[in-house]
């Protein structure tokens, strides 16, 4: 009788695997291990694609098999004697444990997957931008080129592989990043095995992706018999077939928002009139979708896939030909004998050993715990059970469980990330139309990346530059129809983003955070900038410690940057700033542009985060350049203690009142007294008082609510003075009329004074005293020159009530003109050129003194002398006027 470990050596020993159902090898040589039990599992779309599960048995007992793990290893099963019954798989070991051991014996648990099943081993975060998906795909797998990975493409409807602005992988394996992607266009894969020369080569068993049934092979369906087992049949077959048909939805809507069409996007039916077990509502996430076509694509692959969940076919049997892909025809089947499409199967094996060699290894080593064979009957080597649809009935991806949750989620991102904001080199800013920008993740990796991280695979993924199509949108307090807020984060200033629905692609922009450190009593970071793009941006206000800093951050508002120094912080800006400082509250409007602005309340000098001197209270207005106020509809300037309404002042209104009263008095009196000018018919009807009372009645309107004015004036109002000074010179122009009207007015001019009229001048005093003790009139005075009064082309016209004076107190006074006429109580003095008239309404009296005079008695008058016409008489006059003067010499005519 044979020991257990004699008849186990013979495992090893005369001819060993050529003659076994499962041949394993490995790197270790082909007999180092003897697969014992296994359990297969393939399937499209799901997984690696396929996962063997066996047992197997060594003569050498390593107790953790790492130097195994990640080799190379392939798989035959011997199930049948027909032509395809042999069935190849390569891959490779990614699990591998020592089940127990015993006298030279070892059980191994190993688990052998292809190369694609690697891709989940790794996880990665990548931002793909603007590409299809089977580029994104191919540079995945070519991260696995030490794989040599081999996969094929049969697209029959490129059209709808469309490149999205941004696709990104996080924190998610290559796996199942592949899986999703090809999910959402509708796509799927399966491993298809070569035919029977290329078996044995590890790079003819291909990965296939396609969109459709056709790529299934082989075009002409293999032909299967469904029968009974029985070791009297031929031929392997099926023998259980079971038709599934479960209840679908006979109508999809499928809707998606998109905020740059300003839509929601959607497609298909509202399901009205339909039960709620008929009609389906999803939501496709935000902006899925393009465009319309492209919604409706994914509707039909997303009721394809439901239909495929719907109908199906189950089934088991012996025929170990069976695989993902495989297009068949069962016979013997009746009315279900149609061509069908394998989906998944699971394959059970037991090595072909002796019952004595299994015995002897249970003897040493017990039956395997949860075997991958323990399903197989006692006279079982082979089985598989395995799904299938209609091969006309189009294949999709199950992309929602039954609960209506997607089954290959995205990733979803919970909380808030960092980023900093990037564009063209030398940019302070870069943004569309729109206010989106674009920003580098602090996770990215590449030449520019924050954390200084470069990719195994040489991918810049972060290389600092913009990127056509990658834009994100900033999120704002208010957003309206060419109305709300504004903030656009400038290039390398780091913002905080969250993410629509917690999808990565779907990022928003919620604001922007300080970083670094800044300097403790002055504006600045003490960071220079690290190795990435952010720049170190350190508040402008903040709590100091000593001088002029020294404050407990009292300031605050909204400070902005020119873009020449947005990488900075120096230079011009625009500021709000709010001071509340207690006890000295103030705001500040202001640009340092021309150092202008507009402070209220406390008024300090601030420079920065700096409270310097004090400058006053209450408002100021300034610029180094020009300015203006306008005001369409009236404007008041006004120095009052009282907070009347806006345009409401009672001491505008009053006097202007008293204004027009005194300068009427005034008129009413000229009028009476004869003031008028020559031609005038009255002085009420001047032009200056009617713009009196025009501009009275502009300030008194109080139609409505509060007091508007009904022109555009321009009022000035003090409760004390008004003062306006140049210290050059200032003019005051009117285009009409000019009015001045004051109790006392004093033009006074340190030169000369020129007062010019076109139409008259007019000066009048009422002739009333207005002051006690003070005199009326008016006086005309030249302390040092001449006074010239002068009429060019015209009367001059002296006249008083009483007592007219002309006196020289050292000179003459001279009245000189071709016609002199003086009149007084009806007697006349007239003169005009040689004669002399003087009238009298009664007696004229001259009084004259005698002279005698003394000289030759007689005097011959020269030859030119006239002639002598008669005796001489003197003139009363010239003589009663040459005794008063004294004069020697007397003209007799």
């Given amino acids: 009788m044979n020991s257990p470990a004699r008849i186990i050596e013979s495992l090893w020993s005369g001819p060993s695997q050529d003659r076994r159902a499962l041949r394993l090898h490995t790197v270790a040589g082909a007999d180092a291990f003897v697969a014992e039990t296994l359990r297969c599992e393939e399937q499209i779309s799901a997984g690696g694609g396929y996962r063997l599960e066996l047992t197997a048995l060594a003569r050498e007992a390593d107790a953790g098999g790492a130097r195994w793990l990640g080799t190379p290893a392939s798989l035959e099963l011997h199930a049948s004697v027909e032509p ?56 995945v797998f070519s991260r696995y080129a030490a794989l040599s990975p081999a996969w094929k493409q049969d697209v029959a409807e490129p059209e709808w592989l469309f490149a999205r602005g941004t696709r990104t992988q996080f924190d998610e394996t290559d796996l199942a990043f592949v899986h999703r992607l090809l999910a959402d266009y509708g796509l799927f894969c399966w491993f298809e095995p070569p035919g029977e020369a290329l078996l044995d080569d590890p790079q003819a068993h291909r990965l296939m992706i396609a969109d459709h049934n056709q790529a299934f092979s082989p075009r002409a369906p293999k032909t299967v018999r469904l029968h009974r087992a029985n070791a009297a049949e031929s031929r392997d077959g099926i023998q259980r077939w079971q038709v599934t048909r479960a209840r679908a939805g006979t109508s999809l809507f499928l809707s998606s928002p998109d905020y740059r069409a300003a839509t929601r996007r959607s497609v298909g039916e509202d399901g009205a009139g339909e039960s709620a077990a008929d009609h389906h509502d999803r939501d496709a996430g935000q902006y899925a979708f393009p465009h319309r076509r492209h919604a409706e694509h994914r509707r039909r692959c997303i009721e394809q896939a439901e239909r495929c969940r719907a109908t199906r076919f189950a089934g088991s049997g012996s025929w170990s030909a069976m695989r993902p892909g495989l297009r068949f025809q069962l016979l013997n089947a009746g009315q279900a ?16 050993l002796s019952e004595r060699v299994f015995s002897a290894i249970a003897g040493l080593l017990g039956a395997p715990a949860h075997s991958p064979g323990a399903a197989l009957g006692q006279d079982q080597d082979y089985r598989n059970e395995f799904l299938a649809l209609p091969a006309d009935m189009p294949f999709r991806p199950r992309l929602f469980d039954a609960n209506g949750a997607p089954v290959m989620r995205r990733p979803r991102v919970s909380g808030l990330q960092t980023a900093v904001v990037v564009g063209p080199p030398g940019s302070p800013v870069f943004t569309d139309r729109d206010h989106r920008i674009q920003v580098q993740f602090d996770w990215q990796r590449g030449s520019r ?13 972060a290389s600092g530059r913009p990127v056509e199509g990658a834009w994100i949108r900033v999120v704002t307090p208010i957003a309206g129809a060419n109305w709300g807020t504004h903030f656009l984060p400038r290039v390398g200033q780091s913002v905080l983003l969250r993410f629509i629905d917690g999808d990565i692609d779907r990022p928003v922009v919620t604001g922007a955070s300080y970083n670094g450190r800044g300097q403790r009593d002055g504006a600045g970071n003490q960071q220079a900038g690290g190795r990435g793009l952010t720049t170190p941006n350190a508040p402008a206000w903040f709590a100091g410690q000593a001088g002029p800093h020294a404050h407990a ?68 207005l300034s610029t180094r350049a020009t300015g203006a106020l306008r005001a369409g509809s009236g404007l008041l300037l006004a120095a009052e203690r009282s907070q009347p309404g806006q345009l ?11 204004s027009s009263e005194i300068a009427q008095g005034l008129a009413d009196r000229a009028e009476a007294q004869q003031g008028n000018l020559p031609g005038e018919t009255g002085i009420r009807q001047q032009p200056a008082l009617d713009a009196l009372a025009a501009l009275r009645a502009s300030v008194r309107a ?4 509060v007091t508007a004015w009904t022109r555009p004036d321009l009022g000035v109002w003090a409760d004390a003075g008004v003062v306006g000074l140049a210290s050059e010179g200032c003019v005051m122009a009117a285009g009409a009329e000019f009015c001045q009207v004051g109790r006392h007015l004093m033009l006074t001019a340190e030169g000369r004074l020129d007062i010019a009229a076109v139409a008259g001048l007019r000066l009048f005093v009422s002739g009333a005293s207005v002051e006690a003790g003070a005199a009326a009139g008016i006086a ?11 009429a060019s082309s015209g009367a001059v016209e002296l006249s008083a009530a009483q007592q007219v004076a002309v006196t020289s107190q050292t000179a003459e006074v001279r009245v000189q003109a071709p016609h002199i006429r003086l009149r007084a109580a009806g007697a006349g ?3 005009s050129g040689m004669n002399i008239t003087l009238t009298a309404p009664e007696s004229v009296t001259f009084e004259a003194g005698q002279h005698q005079l003394a000289g030759p008695a007689m005097v011959q008058p020269p030859s030119d002398s006239p002639a002598h016409v008669g005796p001489f008489s003197g003139c009363r006059f010239r003589l009663a006027g040459a005794e008063v003067s004294g004069e020697a010499l007397v003209a007799l005519d």
């Fill in 337 to 352: 004998q149609r061509v069908a499409v394998c989906t998944g199967v699971t394959h059970r094996a037991r090595n072909n």
């Fill in 553 to 620: 951050a009292v300031l605050s508002g909204f400070k902005t940057q020119a873009l020449s120094g947005s990488q900075t912080g120096h230079g011009g800006h625009n500021q709000l700033l709010f001071d509340d400082s207690p006890g000295e509250s103030g705001l500040t409007l202001a640009t340092t542009e021309y150092d202008s602005g507009l402070s209220l309340g406390h008024l300090k000098q601030r420079r920065d985060n700096a409270r310097l001197a004090d400058r006053g209270r209450g408002l100021e």
């Fill in 84 to 139: 395809d019954g042999r069935r190849v798989w390569h891959g490779f070991i990614t699990a591998i444990s020592l089940l127990g051991a015993n006298q030279g014996l070892a059980r191994y648990r190993l688990v052998i997957e292809p190369w694609l099943a690697l891709l989940g081993h790794r996880r990665d975060r990548f931002i793909h931008r603007n590409r299809p998906p089977l580029e994104i795909i191919s540079t």
């Fill in 449 to 461: 990346a924050e954390n200084g991280l470069t990719r195994p695979d040489g991918a810049d993924n």
């Fill in 780 to 790: 005309l005075h030249a302390a040092t020159g001449p006074l010239s009064w002068q």
């Fill in 702 to 705: 109080e139609s409505g609510q």
């Fill in 829 to 831: 003095l007239e003169m």
């Fill in 648 to 658: 409401f002042n009672p001491g505008v209104q009053q006097g202007l009142g008293q």
